[in-house]
Nanobody, 128 residues
């Protein structure tokens, strides 16, 4: 059974930092992409960042570019999201996703339908 389990969320003041982790079990995602999305109640799940298998290719939503960094440790089957200079508008449930190839031309990784597996989410709350 494939599982993605996020951790590292919490309450932080504006300007602070958090590091999210996502541990995959049940299979490895060799040659497959992983990504982070976020969602607030009543809204769609939004793309945050994605990374290729080797880590050589990454992409970010404009709203987080320069503040967030996505990385992965394939030996540990773990995905990370380092979040710096957090803003109240970053408040959301953050989801880890995995599966499928990283396609830079179509940028299919920016859409939830581009992934096969999802974690349960971790809450990030940024106070002003």
């Amino acid at each position: 059974q494939v599982q993605l389990v996020e951790s590292g969320g919490g309450l932080v003041q504006a300007g602070g930092s958090l590091r999210l982790s996502c541990v995959a079990s049940g299979r490895t995602f060799s040659n497959e992409k992983m990504g982070w999305f976020r969602q607030v109640p009543g809204k769609e799940r939004d793309f945050v960042a994605a990374i290729s298998w080797t880590g050589s290719s990454t992409d970010y939503a404009d709203s987080v570019k320069g503040r967030f960094t996505i990385s992965r440790d394939n030996a540990k089957n773990t995905l990370y999201l380092q979040m710096n200079s957090l803003k109240p508008e970053d408040t959301a449930v953050y989801y880890c996703a995995a599966g499928g190839p990283f396609k830079p031309l179509t940028r299919h990784y920016r859409y939830p339908a581009g992934y096969d597996y999802w974690g349960q989410g971790t809450q990030v709350t940024v106070s002003s």
